[in-house]
């Protein structure tokens, strides 16, 4: 049960994994998306030579958040944001199970990272910030595995900058991972929790 002193929190986002994180996690939220445009935003820090695959993804984050926070000043906003790059290429979700097949292919065989970022913010304004860094390391698969594996997974894969869920047939593409399994779902969930329970939002 929520105390009554205690901040309502609002995830501004609908990613399920997030969410689901949350829920799972025990904290009551609700999902109250933002309406940041998110390609528009990367093009923007682009332009103005922002090119760290940390800094934009705590900019995406950070973006959300505050544009939720201004609609609910009196609740505790969750943005978060998850980037992916591969050398100096940076991935977005695929629109498509085409786009799943080729981001896959290229990741083959190479090591690419994961950020991921959160960010807190009340009052429109962040008031706190985090992100984390895992290395994934994908395995020389066959292209019959990769038929048979996005077959089997499905356009759920397209909810993924990867396209894959650690958390489900998606394990099978990797050969070693370094990081934290909730960096690699989309969240640094302890260190979010860790701050909630500093200011009060959750019970410590």
């Known amino acids: 049960m929520t105390d009554a002193a205690q901040p309502r929190l609002i995830l501004a986002s609908q990613s399920r994994s997030r969410r689901t994180m949350l829920a799972a996690a025990g904290l009551v939220i609700d999902a109250i998306p933002s309406d940041v445009d998110e390609a528009a935003l990367k093009t923007e820090l682009e332009g103005h030579g922002v090119g760290d695959p940390g800094e934009i993804a705590l900019a995406l984050a950070a973006a959300k ?31 498509d199970m085409a786009g799943a097949r080729q981001h896959l292919r290229d990741l083959r065989g190479q090591t690419h990272v994961l950020i991921s970022a959160v960010v807190l913010a009340q009052g429109g304004h962040v008031v706190w910030r985090h992100s984390d860094t895992a290395r994934l ?68």
């Open 65 to 95: 958040a505050e544009a939720v926070s201004r609609v609910h000043p009196e609740a505790l906003v969750i943005g978060g944001d998850q980037v992916l790059a591969l050398g100096a290429r940076l991935f977005d979700k695929p629109v």
């Open 137 to 204: 390391a994908v395995r020389e698969f066959s292209d019959a595995f990769l038929d048979t594996y996005l077959a089997d997974a499905g356009p759920d894969v397209c909810l993924s900058v990867g396209a894959y869920q650690l958390e489900g047939l998606g394990a099978q593409l990797f050969e070693r991972i370094d990081g934290d399994y909730f960096t690699i779902l989309g969240m640094p969930l302890i260190a979010l929790l860790g701050e909630l329970r500093e200011r009060g939002a959750i019970a410590a």
